[in-house]
């Protein structure tokens, strides 16, 4: 039997890792191609090389092409896949080094694709200087362009969503000056509620990156090769690298230039043991995991395309498990997701207020102000929990958090809270930690839910 893998990173060594666990080199085959330098790397992590907090970029890779090589996986670096045919089961790559064109026949395909960043077309000029982020090789050229000559001291970051607001830090790091230009009222829209978003801008704000909301790009400049600026309705703003934190969407052109059908979010439709499925049920032999499919949200019930690593990892290792003969699944999301621009720490899970409404439900909010630690005890600073609830049943829908000092892991706690669909009243009893050092007597999980309660009460 031979399995071929699309996609050398999470989703993609995640499923060869697992299913040569289970089966070795002489039941399975296994051919993995990677367009790019670099196999099962953290590109998680390359805003924290880029600013400088992680010194090596190797440490940026978990296993390199050797060591999967070792374990008998035949890693085919700087090949990318051109095309894919279903009927006579082969894959064409192209071998972007050394030129040339080679095709691998296979009993189950492994489609790992990931993402591609969204470049709009006023970003798609011949200049260098302009970067989106998704790979490793993305962080590599970011990271040489700043140390090009002459060296880049000015940074627009477009987009305000984690990413954007990862590099922006990154940038601001390294000593440059950055503008950070969101076109919506405030700064992580898709992650947080407009009124926790408020938070983050004006923390940012304090932080030496210049933020601009409701802000729209209507170009960008260049000059000798070289972006130069980027135009807006207010002017132009001098920049030397800009950075897209647009958004991505998944990577399934080939999927679909193959005949692969596609789901509503533009995402490999999937079923529980990562099976890619068309009209007529999952296709044979054909498996995908990552940034490259659309997944279920369990709360809201719809299909939605949620690109992160933690589920990228997830879904590979079931779809491998799967392939070598084993029995795993992957039930869906919650939406649960943790960043931080400096110290200030942003994290969610479930829906915010705009996706519990565009699900159907009716809900109410509480939003509560708190410290990490007692208050009087050092070094305690300011949190605000925001949670949503079904107005009928108190069930928690979601949650937000905006604070400092590992306030944003509390998101676990509320996490695990609408796994398993508790209602906010059973979660003011909730057996949470406590010594001063570590939280208020009242945690501020308890008394965000305490407070959603009377809400939940209050609105009968
Ligand atoms: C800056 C940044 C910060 C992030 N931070 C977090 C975080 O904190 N937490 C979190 O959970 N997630 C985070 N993510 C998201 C996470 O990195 C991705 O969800 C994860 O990498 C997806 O893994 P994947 O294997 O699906 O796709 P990718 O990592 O994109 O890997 C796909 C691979 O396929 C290769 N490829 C594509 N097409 C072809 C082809 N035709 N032939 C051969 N090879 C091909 C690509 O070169 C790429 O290496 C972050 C992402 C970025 C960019």
Request: charged letters at 20%.
């Amino acid at each position: 039997m031979k399995l071929v893998v699309i996609g050398g990173d999470a989703g993609g060594m995640s499923a060869a890792s697992q299913a040569r666990k289970r089966l070795g080199p002489d039941r399975l085959e296994i051919v993995a191609f990677e367009r790019g330098h670099f196999t099962s790397y953290s590109a998680c992590g390359i805003p924290y090389w880029i600013g400088g907090a992680v010194k090596d970029r190797d440490a940026l890779v978990a296993r390199s092409p050797e060591a999967h090589r070792k374990s008998g996986i035949d890693v085919r670096m700087r090949h990318e896949v051109v095309a894919i045919d279903l009927d006579r089961r082969e894959v064409i790559a192209h071998d972007l080094a050394a030129g040339g064109e080679v095709r691998e026949g296979f009993d189950h395909l492994m489609y790992a694709t990931g993402a591609v960043p969204i470049t709009p077309g006023w970003a798609q000029i011949p200049a260098g200087g302009i970067f989106g982020v998704q790979t490793l090789d993305d962080g590599d050229a970011i990271h040489s362009w700043l140390d090009s000559d002459p060296k880049p001291r000015r940074a627009v970051v477009i987009g305000g969503g984690y990413i954007g607001v990862e590099m922006a830090e990154a940038m601001v790091n390294r000593g440059l000056e950055v503008t950070l230009l969101e076109k919506a009222p405030e700064p992580m829209r898709a992650t947080v509620d407009p009124d926790m978003g408020a938070r983050v801008r004006e923390a940012i704000s304090g932080l030496g990156i210049k933020i601009r909301t409701n802000a729209h790009v209507e170009g960008l400049e260049h000059k000798d090769g070289r972006v130069t600026g980027v135009v807006t309705p207010d002017g132009t703003l001098p920049a030397d690298i800009v950075v897209l934190g647009l958004g991505v969407q998944p990577n399934t052109k080939l999927a679909a230039d193959s005949g692969i059908p596609l789901g509503v979010t533009g995402g490999l439709r999937v079923d529980l043991r990562m099976r890619v499925t068309g009209p007529d049920g999952p296709i044979e032999g054909l498996w995908a995991a990552g940034d490259c499919v659309q997944t279920k949200h369990l709360v809201s019930g719809q299909p939605v395309h949620v690109p992160l690593g933690t589920h990228a990892n997830k879904q590979g290792r079931v779809a491998g498990i799967n392939i070598g003969g084993g029995y795993a699944t992957f039930p869906g999301v919650i939406g649960t997701a943790v960043t931080k621009v400096c110290a200030l720490e942003v994290a969610r899970t479930g829906l915010t207020e705009k996706e519990a409404k565009l699900a159907g439900y009716a809900f109410v909010s509480a939003t509560v102000e708190s410290t990490s630690r007692a208050g009087y005890y050092p070094g305690a600073s300011s949190m605000a929990i925001k949670l949503i609830a079904e107005k009928r049943t108190g069930l928690l829908l979601g949650a937000q958090i905006v604070g400092r000092e590992e306030a944003a892991k509390r998101i676990d706690s509320l996490a695990i809270a609408v796994w398993n669909k508790m209602t906010v009243e059973e979660m003011t009893a909730l057996d949470l930690s406590y010594a001063p050092p570590f939280s208020p007597v009242w945690d501020p999980v308890l008394i965000a839910a305490r407070k959603a309660t009377d809400a939940v009460h209050a609105a009968g």
